[in-house]
């Protein structure tokens, strides 16, 4: 899944009700970007990793919904194109990890060693940073922020064998949560009006495969 704040896994099981009508379960694992996101480098440093100035987490989402599936113009003949509206929705669980970066620390006599900190924008200059650290980092320290989801999108099914599924999906997502995330460090001054929120809308495209069983 690729989608406007980000990229992520779908596995979804689905059930037919009768000719035209399918029922079923989904799972999503997805990371969700705040909009004021941009990746950065320190100046001074060619060997320097990007990472993003004043961020203090990362959010991620693990979604588990109900989702129904009408086909709205069926396949007339092999080879051709059936187009079928998706919608569903469910609960999405928020899951916000802290920010570690690799932070320059003097040793003396103008080296330098790179050490791990989570990031603290009180503490930190941008000048002070190397880079982002390992991805695993911080996964201990995870925070839960629940919440609700709903999508609805139209499907794409070209696959030119009737036991194979290969689809193109394409619709809107919202994930809600019941607190803000904070994923961004909001400035005294808040010159460039950064906030942070509950509800993100994306808009995502699936490329769903997978297999047919009767």
């Not at 037919?16 to 320190?42: A, F, S, T």
């Amino acid at each position: 899944m690729l989608h406007t704040r980000g990229y992520g896994l779908n596995f979804r099981r689905m059930y037919y009700l009768n000719g035209y009508n399918k029922q079923g379960w989904e799972i999503d694992l997805v990371n969700l970007r705040h909009e004021k996101e941009v990746n950065i480098y320190n100046p001074f440093d060619n060997s320097a990793r990007g990472f993003v100035y004043g961020k203090l987490n990362t959010l991620y989402s693990i979604r588990a919904g109900y989702i129904l599936d009408k086909i709205l113009v069926d396949k007339t003949d092999r080879g051709t194109i059936s187009i079928d509206l998706v919608y569903g929705g469910g609960l999405s669980l928020g899951l916000l990890k802290p920010v570690f970066l690799e932070i320059y620390e003097p040793v003396g006599g103008g080296s330098f060693i790179l050490s791990t900190e989570r990031y603290d924008p009180e503490i930190h200059d941008y000048l002070d940073i190397y880079g982002r650290s390992s991805f695993f980092t911080g996964f201990g320290e995870m925070k839960m922020h629940p919440g609700v989801y709903g999508k609805i999108g139209v499907a794409f099914d070209f696959d030119i064998l009737d036991n194979k599924v290969t689809t193109l999906e394409t619709g809107l997502i919202a994930d809600f949560f019941f607190d803000d995330a904070p994923i961004m460090f909001i400035p005294a001054n808040n010159d460039e009006n950064i906030s942070n929120h509950r509800l993100f809308m994306q808009v995502y495209l699936n490329f769903n495969f997978g297999k047919k069983w009767n």
